[in-house]
C-alpha cells in the first residue's frame, strides 16, 4: 500500500457508510480528474492552466448557485453530480477552491524554499480532504477539523518521503531547499542517487552505507519525524469519531505511521526501494488500530 494522498480517498471502503459513498466519489472524481489535468499527460503548462481555469470556472458557478453546463459538456459528468452533492450536504465551497489553487501550484512550482512554503501546499492540497469527509459525517467542530488536518497534512509528507526518487524523475522536490542545504544535501546528490537506483536490480547492504551521507540520514530523519509527530497528532480524531468511520481513519494513520517505520528501517534509502505495506502489515495494522 502506498500512502497517495487521493488513493487514501475511502472511495471503495467496505467501511464508508452506504449513504456516504456516492458523494465521497463524486468529491474523489473532481480532485481525481484535476490532480491529473495537473501532472498526467503532455501538455504544455499553460494548456493545464487553462483546463483548470474551467475547472475554477465551474465551481463559480455552484458557488452562485446556478451550474450552467450543458449534459454535452466534458465537464458536466464531474460537477453536476458534485454540485448536487454540495448542494445536499451543505458543503462549504472553500475546500474546493483550496484544492484547485494546489493543483495549479503542480503546473508551476516544483521547488519549496522552506518549511512554511511546503505546509501552506499541504494546507491546500491535502487538509480540504479532510474537512470536506469531517463535514459529510456531520463532525467539522474546530477541534476535529484542527486534527484532521493534521492527518492529511502527515499523510501527504509521507508520501512526499517515500517518494522522493520518483518525484525527482519528475523534476519536483518537496524537501525545503533551507533545510536540504543545511545538511549538506544536493540536488546533484539526488539525482546520482535516483540514477544508480534505476541501473540497480535491487539495494545492495555492503554499498548502502558509503552511498548513503549522514546529511541525507539526517534530512530524512528530520523529516520523517515531523510526519510521524502530525500523524500521533491527529490520532485522537480516529478515536473519537468511532464507529467504522474511527476504524477506517485510524488504519489509514497507522498504515502511515508504518511506513514511516518502514522509511527508517530502510535508513531512508528509498532509492533502491521504496517503503510500502506488504500482506503481512495488514494483520499488524487492524491489531493497532482496535488496541
Known amino acids: 500500500m502506498a500512502v497517495d494522498h487521493y488513493e487514501n480517498f475511502p472511495v471503495a471502503s467496505i467501511l464508508l457508510p452506504r449513504r456516504l459513498r456516492v458523494p465521497v466519489q463524486n468529491i474523489y472524481r473532481f480532485a481525481r480528474s484535476a490532480d491529473d489535468i495537473a501532472d498526467e499527460g503532455d501538455a504544455l503548462p499553460e494548456q493545464r492552466l487553462e483546463q483548470l481555469s474551467q475547472y475554477r470556472d465551474a465551481l463559480r458557478q455552484i458557488q452562485h448557485g446556478r451550474l450552467g ?22 458543503l462549504p465551497i472553500d475546500p474546493f477552491f483550496d484544492l484547485l489553487s494546489a493543483f495549479e501550484q503542480d503546473v508551476t512550482t516544483t521547488r519549496y524554499a522552506d518549511d512554511q512554503a511546503l505546509m501552506d501546499y499541504c494546507r491546500r492540497s491535502a487538509n480540504p480532504v479532510g474537512r470536506l469527509m469531517l463535514h459529510l459525517y456531520g463532525q467539522a467542530d474546530s477541534e476535529n477539523l484542527q486534527q484532521a488536518d493534521a492527518i492529511c497534512t502527515g499523510l501527504q509528507l509521507t508520501n512526499f518521503w517515500q517518494d522522493v526518487a520518483i518525484d525527482w524523475q519528475k523534476d519536483r522536490v518537496y524537501l525545503p531547499q533551507d533545510r536540504r542545504i543545511r545538511h549538506g544535501v544536493t540536488e546533484d546528490y539526488i ?101
Open 69 to 90: 453546463l450543458g449534459q454535452t459538456h466534458p465537464l458536466y459528468p464531474v460537477f453536476r453530480p458534485l454540485s448536487e452533492t454540495i448542494r445536499q450536504h451543505e
Open 191 to 291: 539525482a546520482t542517487q535516483t540514477q544508480l537506483g534505476l541501473q540497480s536490480a535491487g539495494p545492495n547492504s555492503d554499498d548502502t552505507a558509503a552511498r548513503l551521507t549522514p546529511g541525507w540520514q539526517s534530512l530524512m530523519g528530520e523529516q520523517v519525524e515531523q510526519a510521524r509527530e502530525l500523524l500521533q497528532a491527529g490520532l485522537p480524531l480516529a478515536h473519537r469519531l468511532g464507529g467504522r468511520i474511527g476504524l477506517e481513519l485510524r488504519l489509514v494513520v497507522h498504515g502511515g505511521l508504518r511506513i514511516l517505520e518502514r522509511l527508517d528501517q530502510l535508513h531512508y534509502d528509498i532509492f533502491f526501494q521504496r517503503p510500502t505495506l506488504a500482506k503481512g502489515d495488514w494483520a499488524l495494522l487492524l491489531w493497532r488500530a482496535l488496541t
